[in-house]
């Protein structure tokens, strides 16, 4: 009689060989896994949060439009008790549908100056060095916005506001949300560029 391994001993075996295997492809399937369900918990978390923002734009103008230099006034009021981190300026243009992004050039809060500047700039930065100012509001708060002086008002078609917000120092564009004003509609404004 030809002798092989005893049932046990495969049996044995066949464990070892099964833990083994557990132990080498769990740690693989955990990570993923991990940073996947992180990434939900954000993105809900960041859906619900950008639920709860609500803002209108009110008296929209354009100045400086005969001086060659035009920009838009426009006033932004927080509807709730959330805060909004900040706004993208976006300029749809008129014939390519391209998209530009813009700035706010002036923001004034209850006829204060804005003084919050974005981090990634630094203390040293400001508008001067090319730094955005942060169209920060609090909840039910309001803002006065000035955008930047563009070549021309007749190429835009549209000026598109996008919340930020901010969520354990990350922020997050709420892109369900925006706003927009037809440039072609909008009267001379009262007040100076």
Known sequence: MKKGISPLIAVVLLIV???SLVAIVI????????????????????????????????????CGYNLGQPAVWLEIENKKN????????????????EVKVSRPWSCMKKDIL????????GAQGGIESGCPLLVKLGEYEKALIRTE????????????????????NKR???????????????????RSC
């Open 17 to 19: 060989i099964g833990v």
């Open 27 to 62: 740690p693989m399937i955990r990570q993923p896994t991990e940073e996947t369900m992180k990434e939900a918990s954000e993105t809900t978390e960041r859906i619900f949060e950008c639920k709860n923002i609500d803002y209108d734009i009110m008296n929209p103008c354009k």
């Open 82 to 97: 959330n805060e909004i981190y900040n706004f993208i300026f976006q300029l749809r243009m008129k014939d390519t549908n």
């Open 114 to 121: 804005c003084s919050d500047i974005d981090t990634i700039c």
């Open 149 to 168: 002086k563009y070549s021309s008002l007749g190429d835009i078609e549209s000026l598109e506001l996008i919340p930020e917000i901010a969520i354990e």
């Open 172 to 190: 997050f564009i709420c892109k369900d949300i925006i706003k927009k004003i037809n440039i072609q509609s909008l009267t001379a404004c009262t």
